[in-house]
């Protein structure tokens, strides 16, 4: 049987119709999910008594810079740490292109000797995280971050290990 090309171009919009609509009755469920926060722990009351005066310690050391951004992910201050520039590779591992990419953004963290960091949005609240700390959900998404949680460089979408290592080695 075959349906006359007025038929079909009719089926064929239905069916984008439909699709169309289930995008926009699932965008809700999927905003919530990325803006939802984790409820805060119930606080315990302590009873504290107060210590004697004691002399004034002497000034700590300022901590490195980079770490004091509460809604980067820990695995982004943590290389921080050890290094001025991170790459950071928002990715998903259901998806083959995102694999691809990922060893694109790895070598090309490896050839400007900046630490490397993948961030897989399947696994428990990276999606949010990653929302929270650069206000933007894109997957994959390649990110240049230089001390103090700022990022130098996004990336959306495909890009090679040549663009990342110009990127990481060019970030200020």
């Known amino acids: 049987m075959t349906l006359s090309p007025p038929v079909r171009i009719v089926a064929l919009s239905g069916l984008l119709l439909a699709l169309a609509a289930a995008g926009v009755l699932e965008y809700p469920k999927l905003k919530h999910r990325f803006l939802t926060h984790h409820p805060a722990a119930t ?10 005066a004691a002399p004034s310690p002497a000034p700590a050391a300022p901590a490195k810079a980079g770490f004091v951004i509460p809604a980067m992910p820990p695995a982004v201050g943590a290389a921080l740490k050890t290094h001025d520039t991170v790459v950071v590779f928002v990715y998903s591992p259901a998806s083959p292109d995102d694999l691809a990419l990922f060893a694109q953004a790895r070598a090309g963290a490896r ?19 990653v929302y929270a700390w650069v206000k933007q959900p894109a997957d994959p998404e390649t990110l240049v971050v230089k001390h103090g949680g700022r990022v130098a460089f ?13 990127a990481a080695a060019t970030a200020r």
């Open 111 to 129: 050839r400007a000797n900046a630490a490397f960091v993948p961030l897989d949005v399947s696994q428990g609240t990276t999606a949010v995280d």
């Open 154 to 166: 996004a990336i959306q979408g495909a890009t090679d290990s040549v663009s990342v290592a110009q």
């Open 43 to 52: 606080p315990t009351r302590v009873a504290v008594t107060p210590a004697p």
